[in-house]
Protein backbone atom coordinates (compact mmCIF):
# COMPACT_ATOMS: atom_id res chain seq x y z
CA UNK A 1 0.00 0.00 0.00
CA UNK A 2 2.98 2.37 0.57
CA UNK A 3 1.89 3.98 3.79
CA UNK A 4 3.82 5.58 5.69
CA UNK A 5 3.17 5.40 9.79
CA UNK A 6 4.48 7.19 12.80
CA UNK A 7 3.65 5.85 16.29
CA UNK A 8 3.48 8.69 19.31
CA UNK A 9 2.81 8.03 22.26
CA UNK A 10 0.24 10.24 24.24
CA UNK A 11 1.27 10.20 27.87
CA UNK A 12 5.15 11.08 27.70
CA UNK A 13 3.79 13.70 24.79
CA UNK A 14 2.21 15.76 27.07
CA UNK A 15 4.39 15.71 29.68
CA UNK A 16 6.18 19.81 29.01
CA UNK A 17 4.95 22.14 26.68
CA UNK A 18 8.06 21.24 24.70
CA UNK A 19 6.76 18.00 23.69
CA UNK A 20 2.79 19.12 23.88
CA UNK A 21 3.78 21.60 20.82
CA UNK A 22 5.95 18.86 19.11
CA UNK A 23 3.14 16.43 19.82
CA UNK A 24 0.54 19.36 17.80
CA UNK A 25 2.67 19.47 14.92
CA UNK A 26 2.99 15.93 14.14
CA UNK A 27 -0.96 15.81 14.34
CA UNK A 28 -1.29 18.75 11.96
CA UNK A 29 1.13 17.14 9.96
CA UNK A 30 -1.10 13.96 8.93
CA UNK A 31 -3.41 12.89 6.15
CA UNK A 32 -4.84 9.95 8.85
CA UNK A 33 -4.91 10.09 13.01
CA UNK A 34 -5.24 7.63 14.28
CA UNK A 35 -6.08 6.99 18.39
CA UNK A 36 -6.17 3.60 19.70
CA UNK A 37 -6.80 3.45 23.55
CA UNK A 38 -8.16 1.15 26.22
CA UNK A 39 -11.51 1.66 27.79
CA UNK A 40 -11.58 3.08 31.38
CA UNK A 41 -14.92 3.35 33.28
CA UNK A 42 -16.74 3.35 30.24
CA UNK A 43 -14.48 6.02 29.03
CA UNK A 44 -11.59 7.86 27.30
CA UNK A 45 -8.03 7.53 29.56
CA UNK A 46 -7.33 11.08 30.53
CA UNK A 47 -4.58 11.44 28.97
CA UNK A 48 -6.48 10.84 25.45
CA UNK A 49 -9.02 13.48 26.47
CA UNK A 50 -5.93 16.02 27.87
CA UNK A 51 -4.32 15.89 24.06
CA UNK A 52 -8.18 15.90 22.22
CA UNK A 53 -8.55 19.02 24.36
CA UNK A 54 -4.75 20.73 23.41
CA UNK A 55 -5.79 19.87 19.27
CA UNK A 56 -8.93 21.87 19.73
CA UNK A 57 -7.57 24.41 21.28
CA UNK A 58 -4.85 25.03 19.00
CA UNK A 59 -7.37 24.22 16.01
CA UNK A 60 -9.70 27.41 17.48
CA UNK A 61 -6.46 29.95 16.81
CA UNK A 62 -4.67 27.94 13.61
CA UNK A 63 -7.04 27.76 10.44
CA UNK A 64 -6.07 23.83 8.94
CA UNK A 65 -6.44 24.00 4.95
CA UNK A 66 -5.81 20.12 4.55
CA UNK A 67 -8.50 17.24 5.02
CA UNK A 68 -7.56 14.56 7.75
CA UNK A 69 -9.29 11.90 8.24
CA UNK A 70 -9.42 10.43 12.10
CA UNK A 71 -10.17 6.79 13.61
CA UNK A 72 -10.57 5.40 16.57
CA UNK A 73 -9.95 1.85 17.62
CA UNK A 74 -10.91 1.55 21.61
CA UNK A 75 -11.08 -1.58 23.16
CA UNK A 76 -12.15 -2.66 26.83
CA UNK A 77 -11.97 -5.78 28.92
CA UNK A 78 -15.53 -6.66 29.33
CA UNK A 79 -16.49 -9.44 26.82
CA UNK A 80 -18.59 -7.18 24.32
CA UNK A 81 -17.33 -4.69 22.31
CA UNK A 82 -20.52 -2.57 22.47
CA UNK A 83 -18.79 -1.31 25.90
CA UNK A 84 -16.80 1.27 23.40
CA UNK A 85 -19.87 2.90 22.07
CA UNK A 86 -19.51 5.93 24.56
CA UNK A 87 -16.07 6.13 23.86
CA UNK A 88 -16.12 6.12 19.93
CA UNK A 89 -19.41 8.94 20.25
CA UNK A 90 -16.84 10.83 22.40
CA UNK A 91 -13.85 10.27 18.97
CA UNK A 92 -16.57 11.27 16.81
CA UNK A 93 -17.71 14.32 18.61
CA UNK A 94 -14.14 15.23 18.97
CA UNK A 95 -13.29 14.89 15.25
CA UNK A 96 -16.51 17.59 14.11
CA UNK A 97 -15.13 19.58 16.90
CA UNK A 98 -11.50 19.84 15.81
CA UNK A 99 -12.16 19.65 11.66
CA UNK A 100 -11.30 16.16 10.82
CA UNK A 101 -13.28 14.20 8.81
CA UNK A 102 -14.86 11.45 10.80
CA UNK A 103 -13.31 8.14 8.93
CA UNK A 104 -15.21 5.88 12.07
CA UNK A 105 -14.11 3.61 15.01
CA UNK A 106 -13.45 -0.10 15.62
CA UNK A 107 -14.57 -1.45 18.68
CA UNK A 108 -12.79 -4.34 20.32
CA UNK A 109 -14.28 -6.39 23.16
CA UNK A 110 -12.02 -9.14 25.16
CA UNK A 111 -9.02 -6.66 24.84
CA UNK A 112 -7.18 -9.02 28.19
CA UNK A 113 -7.38 -11.71 25.41
CA UNK A 114 -4.68 -9.88 23.55
CA UNK A 115 -2.99 -7.88 26.22
CA UNK A 116 -0.54 -6.02 24.46
CA UNK A 117 0.83 -9.14 22.79
CA UNK A 118 1.86 -8.86 18.79
CA UNK A 119 -1.54 -9.96 16.73
CA UNK A 120 0.74 -12.46 14.75
CA UNK A 121 1.93 -14.29 17.84
CA UNK A 122 -1.87 -14.73 19.16
CA UNK A 123 -2.97 -16.97 16.30
CA UNK A 124 -6.69 -17.93 15.23
CA UNK A 125 -7.56 -15.76 18.31
CA UNK A 126 -7.08 -12.43 16.33
CA UNK A 127 -7.64 -13.69 12.64
CA UNK A 128 -10.95 -11.40 12.61
CA UNK A 129 -8.95 -8.39 14.46
CA UNK A 130 -6.20 -8.74 11.71
CA UNK A 131 -8.88 -9.04 8.75
CA UNK A 132 -10.45 -5.84 10.32
CA UNK A 133 -7.33 -3.81 10.25
CA UNK A 134 -6.20 -4.86 7.16
CA UNK A 135 -9.93 -3.67 5.30
CA UNK A 136 -9.33 -0.63 7.50
CA UNK A 137 -5.79 0.02 6.37
CA UNK A 138 -7.25 -0.02 2.52
CA UNK A 139 -9.83 2.07 2.90
CA UNK A 140 -7.89 4.86 4.89
CA UNK A 141 -5.15 4.65 2.16
CA UNK A 142 -8.26 5.43 -0.17
CA UNK A 143 -9.31 8.35 1.97
CA UNK A 144 -12.62 6.41 2.41
CA UNK A 145 -14.03 5.40 6.13
CA UNK A 146 -13.96 1.99 8.08
CA UNK A 147 -16.51 -0.40 5.72
CA UNK A 148 -19.15 -2.13 7.98
CA UNK A 149 -17.42 -5.03 7.50
CA UNK A 150 -14.07 -4.38 9.83
CA UNK A 151 -16.59 -2.86 12.04
CA UNK A 152 -18.25 -6.02 12.54
CA UNK A 153 -14.91 -8.12 11.88
CA UNK A 154 -13.12 -5.93 14.71
CA UNK A 155 -16.38 -6.20 17.53
CA UNK A 156 -16.99 -10.30 17.07
CA UNK A 157 -15.78 -12.52 20.15
CA UNK A 158 -12.82 -14.34 19.37
CA UNK A 159 -13.93 -16.78 22.38
CA UNK A 160 -17.52 -17.55 24.12
CA UNK A 161 -17.79 -15.28 26.67
CA UNK A 162 -18.42 -17.92 29.65
CA UNK A 163 -14.93 -19.17 28.81
CA UNK A 164 -13.29 -15.80 28.31
CA UNK A 165 -15.30 -14.94 32.16
CA UNK A 166 -13.89 -18.31 33.82
CA UNK A 167 -10.52 -17.26 32.34
CA UNK A 168 -10.77 -13.95 33.75
CA UNK A 169 -11.77 -15.27 37.11
CA UNK A 170 -8.82 -18.28 37.06
CA UNK A 171 -6.43 -15.68 36.54
CA UNK A 172 -7.94 -12.95 39.45
CA UNK A 173 -7.94 -15.73 41.55
CA UNK A 174 -4.23 -16.23 40.51
CA UNK A 175 -3.23 -12.70 40.98
CA UNK A 176 -4.47 -12.83 44.30
CA UNK A 177 -2.40 -15.79 45.59
CA UNK A 178 0.57 -14.41 44.00
CA UNK A 179 -0.01 -10.82 45.78
CA UNK A 180 -1.07 -13.29 49.28
CA UNK A 181 -4.58 -12.04 49.49
CA UNK A 182 -7.02 -14.98 50.41
CA UNK A 183 -9.17 -15.67 47.83
CA UNK A 184 -11.93 -15.87 49.89
CA UNK A 185 -11.56 -11.90 50.31
CA UNK A 186 -11.45 -10.89 46.81
CA UNK A 187 -15.48 -11.66 47.19
CA UNK A 188 -15.68 -9.31 50.28
CA UNK A 189 -18.53 -6.07 49.21
CA UNK A 190 -17.34 -3.66 52.39
CA UNK A 191 -19.25 -0.99 51.00
CA UNK A 192 -22.41 -2.99 50.13
CA UNK A 193 -25.53 -1.91 51.85
Known amino acids: MGLETEKIWIYP ?30 SLPASVTETMELI ?24 GAHHNDT ?10 ESGFEWAGGLALGMGAAINGRSLNKIGSMARNVKKSLELTATALAKGK ?10 AKQP ?6 MQIGEIRWKCQAKKNKVRTKSIYNRPYQR
Open 13 to 42: SIKSQEKSSDLISAVDHFDTVIFASPLYIN
Open 87 to 96: ALAIYRLFAA
Open 56 to 79: VNHRKTTKMTKKQQLLAISNCGFP
Open 159 to 164: IPSWIY
Open 145 to 154: PVSQDAVDLM
